[in-house]
């Protein structure tokens, strides 16, 4: 796990992301309601959008649209890209979604959102696959015990016979919390285990920019259902990072983007 302070460095960035979050939302509950959906109280899996469990939600970006533009940008200018490029190589795609907990929202179960590919390590630590994809959180509040964050076992993602153990976790002193603050960033493996913790404010909705890296040949099959929310589907669900970086030049003379101030900070 790589945590990052304050990578975005522009408050305008951020806010057109909480902005395009809110409208995303908003639009979602719309076409759940429209379908009979009792949001926070029934368990749904569309193709674009899934419950994680009361008041926890999942809801994919649709990159193919103008009004994900802030997204790519995002994209384009993180600090992580030089570690995704280096761990997945310059053909890696992404995803996008915002994950949203509200209040009453419980503590998840220890989980893993991705499946070993290849081999896991044995016992001494040694011989796992390397990485297929790398997830990338990006609060849009200021995490914080009340409203809730991301637990993580750290060194969990190398072995897949953990699932149902996740109580060993703290007692093995192998869990870190991360309360970033809107802005930060956490980089982990998309094999690492992990569980957001409760909601417990009132009145505050808890949203969480996910940036799901990974290797092209790789399809997102457990999250997500088959059925469309949407009367329009998604345009583009995936942009490989190279393509992103193209159009970028092809639009603009500027220089090549540099790692906002901040990014060093890592624990």
Known sequence: VVGVDGWLGS???LHQLRTMASARVAQADRALRSKG???GSQLFRFSEASARGAHRFDL???LGCDSSAPLLEAVRASCWAPLVQEVLGPAATVEC??????PGAQAQEWHSDGPHVGKAADWDGEGESSPYALCVFVPLINLTDEVGYTQFWLGSHRYKDLIGFGGMAPVLN???NCTVDAGGAVVYDYRLMHRGMPNRSTDTERPVLQFLYHHPDYTEKENYGAETLFEDPLLCKTKSILDIQVAHSATTQERKCTAPEGCSSQN
Do not use: C, G, N, Q
């Open 11 to 13: 408050a305008s960035l």
């Open 37 to 39: 959906v009792e949001v």
């Open 60 to 62: 994919l970006f649709d």
């Open 97 to 102: 979604s915002v994950v949203y907990s509200r």
């Open 174 to 176: 192998s869990t870190t």
